[in-house]
């Protein structure tokens, strides 16, 4: 007994656009923007955490201090400067994004566009703090 060919199912939609539910943000700049804020947040607090607790250090022993601050002193910790300056500036001009997009009543309308303004107001001030940053972590910015 012969059984007629079945047809496939429609295909289901692969994004929030063709569906006209959800939110227009899911890979998209909306969401990386979300992403980032909150990963940048955490690493400002954690630097934040890790200031005040070694520079508590320094009521407890002062020799302690001074070796802690010795080791800051290294290309490592000067890369990880680098990165939280980084951080601070993308965490900073983003925050303002966030500001404008939920009480300007065209901000929904200009959140892409103002995504692409932070990564390049960031990016351009990273570019003149970089290299004078890196003279002083390798030695030649005396």
């Known amino acids: 007994m012969a059984t007629a060919p079945t047809t496939p199912p429609p295909p289901t939609p692969t994004s929030s656009r063709e569906v006209g539910t959800g939110t227009l943000y899911r ?12 990963v940048t947040g955490m690493l400002i607090f954690l630097f934040l955490l890790v200031h005040v607790l070694d520079t508590a250090l320094v009521r407890v022993s ?14 490592i910790m000067g890369l990880g400067e680098a990165g939280l300056v980084a951080a601070i500036l993308f965490h900073a001009f983003n925050g303002v994004r ?3 997009v939920d009480f300007w009543a065209k901000g929904p309308k200009y959140q892409r566009l103002m995504m692409w303004i932070v990564i390049g107001l960031a990016v351009v001030l990273f570019a003149g703090f970089l290299p004078r940053h890196l003279m002083n972590v390798f030695g030649g910015g005396h």
Request: hydrophobic share 40%; net charge positive; no cysteine.
């Open 27 to 38: 890979g998209r700049e909306g969401m990386w923007s979300w992403v980032l804020h909150r």
């Open 62 to 75: 002062p020799e302690a201090y001074n070796s802690v601050i010795g080791h800051y002193k290294t290309p």
């Open 98 to 100: 966030i500001i404008l």
